[in-house]
Nanobody, 118 residues
Framework: QVQLVESGGGLVQPGGSLRLSCAAS????????MRWYRQAPGKEREWVAT????????TYTGSVKGRFTISRDNAKNTVYLQMNSLKPEDTAAYYC???????????WGQGTQVTVSS
């Protein structure tokens, strides 16, 4: 079965950096785009970034553009989110996500908490 396991979250001061990882299994990772989402307390889950199956054309929500970088290693079935210049408003649970064919079923990891605070 499809599994997505996030790691790398934690407490960091404003201006700091973290790298999140999402280890995938149960599907042919190299065939599918991967996404990161986040959900802050009391808010709806929002899309953060997407990377295509080949690693090309990453896209980002405006609030993280220039600070976050999504990447993937298809040999390791892992997608990453490098987060630099972190701000308190980046505090959220971060989730990785994929949608697989042929059923276009959506899968989520359990999330990893990122807290940006002094």
């Amino acid at each position: 079965q499809v599994q997505l396991v996030e790691s790398g979250g934690g407490l960091v001061q404003p201006g700091g950096s973290l790298r999140l990882s999402c280890a995938a299994s149960g599907f042919i990772f190299s065939r599918y785009a991967m996404r990161w989402y986040r959900q802050a307390p009391g808010k709806e889950r929002e899309w953060v970034a997407t990377i295509a199956s080949t690693g090309s054309t990453p896209t980002y929500t405006g609030s993280v553009k220039g600070r976050f970088t999504i990447s993937r290693d298809n040999a390791k079935n892992t997608v990453y989110l490098q987060m630099n210049s972190l701000k308190p408003e980046d505090t959220a649970a971060y989730y990785c996500n994929t949608i697989t064919a042929p059923s276009y079923q959506q899968f989520w990891g359990q999330g990893t908490q990122v807290t940006v605070s002094s």
